[in-house]
């Protein structure tokens, strides 16, 4: 395996600086690496293998020569790099929303849709992040007995809105541990520490947010599913860097509680806890740093009605890893 | 409205001092005040009116002369004092959940079914907080359209583990901050503060916890609808005192969101706050110490087949009030 150039585009952030961790760990063939930052981060060093790598400024010319980048910048920096970086000649695989749903752009959960990847015109697009951590055991159970709709509830991390959400969490529980007012909560709308704010994104005319439309419509593209259908509830919860979600699935075909924990158990990408006499689920805490997906509390839906295949679940995986860098360097090892 | 002698069976517990409260702020015509507690606490003073009263043993013969017994305590003692209450003359409300699905005991929600408070024999069962919460906002919607199936995730405090629950979180949120291990996290199963516990009671063989069955069998009751199915989700959340749920309702009949926001703007114990263009929302910070359910992100299903009618919303309410003392309280008043 010939090594590659790969540059990391908005390397200083939480996404970034797992990227650079998840080449490490996964041994990618790194030959040359290219943090890029925002002017304010050039020159300041990222760890590499051990080494302190500068980073350059995020510009088209920093292009040249690179074989891959790995994107985890916001949108707006996305859609003015990233065509730069085509033209030069690089693959890209872009964690942002710019791309997700564009018909050329293939948008990739490797367990799911690996196959798409061979598509692409210069970008790959990673999709959102409790987008990837339900499908990873949504897919088995739908190629087992044909998914028709999806109502989920999430219960999402503060990692969700980056660092600064990360540092915000923090701060809060000091405070509240303290006895002292929160004060203003940027980047949440409202205080996340002790309380849930049921609000990620911007809402559309029908009231639903960015984030619960990108279940629907990242998972149809995904699933290759054009028709499915997706009730989403989008919640942040005060909770560090791993996403849960409570998810019910409607079946075409019928599909025993039995059979559903067989599949997850053989399913790539997905650990089976599930124990109840022994008080064994899934939990945040426990998914954290971790990149598979742990499914659990796997049972018939009580409210399915007559005829109708249902089961409900509860996953947890962590928004950082599998959510992002680590779906986004399993997608460039497609292409090496 | 001749004055009462009120018992209080377990008045030293979080949802014994807010009885307290609720008594006094809804200025109910307590002639004396009996607040029984178990042998540790016999003596200690709880506050009524800015006046102590000392706790005396909670035994059979407390109960001689007591009018109304508002019970607080856990499903034991209840099962054992409160028919030595009823013996003596007294009326109970009780918040355990010792006698909630007895034929002969009407379980009530006053805004749902208060007409049932008049066929008891002694014993009046308040609902387990989460339906309580729940039904409130779903009751209405049903007498508009015909209720036929309910899809609940919650995400519930800390409170409703008792002061024990409330002391552990408080402990745990100070542990998290300081950089300290959290250690043995009793009454939970494990950590609370920046995770989350899907379990909530003991499991069924289907793999449901009592928490979640409570929603579709005292559901039944309530709302005299035995043969409604419900699937829901119940999860333990590092907040305080406000539970909070992501709710699906599938109707008979067709209703609209303008129809449906109209009837909860209307309906009893109901705040309606849902203004996505301003970030109006219900969040548990907003609804501690409140006892109105709030509610909000109402919108049609997307998920819903063709044909189907079905909305989701979420709500928040205080889990010590409104899903405990408030509603226990409430009855009461309709006994006077």
Known sequence: MSEKTVAILGATGVVGQQMLQCLEERNFPVGRLVPLASERSVGKPVTFRG???????AAADAFEGVDIVLGAADDATARALLPEAVKRGAVCVDNSHAFRLEPDVPLVVPEVNAADIAAH??????????????????WPLHQAAGLTRLIVSTYQAASGAGKPGLDELVREIRCVAAGEPVGESAPFQYQLAENLIPQIGGFNEEGYTSEEMKMQ??????????ELRVNCTCVRVPVVRSHSESIT???ERPIS????????????????V??????????????????????????????????VSSLTFWCCGD?????AATN????AEYLV
Chains 1, 2 share one sequence.
């Open 274 to 307: 599930d124990d109840p006499a022994t008080s064994r689920y899934p939990m945040p805490l426990e998914t954290s740093d971790q990149d598979l997906i742990y499914v659990g509390r796997l049972r018939r839906d009580l409210s399915a009605p007559e005829g």
């Open 51 to 57: 080494e302190d790598v500068p980073c350059q400024l």
């Open 121 to 138: 015109h210069g970008i790959i697009a990673n999709p959102n992040c409790a987008t990837i951590i339900g499908l990873v055991p949504v």
């Open 328 to 331: 986004a360097v399993q997608i």
């Open 257 to 272: 509680v039995d059979e559903a924990r067989a599949i997850l158990e053989a399913a790539p990408g997905v650990k089976v």
């Open 217 to 226: 419509n990242e998972g149809r593209k995904i699933m290759h599913l054009p």
């Open 319 to 323: 928004q950082i890893r599998k959510g």
């Open 249 to 251: 699935c409607e079946f």
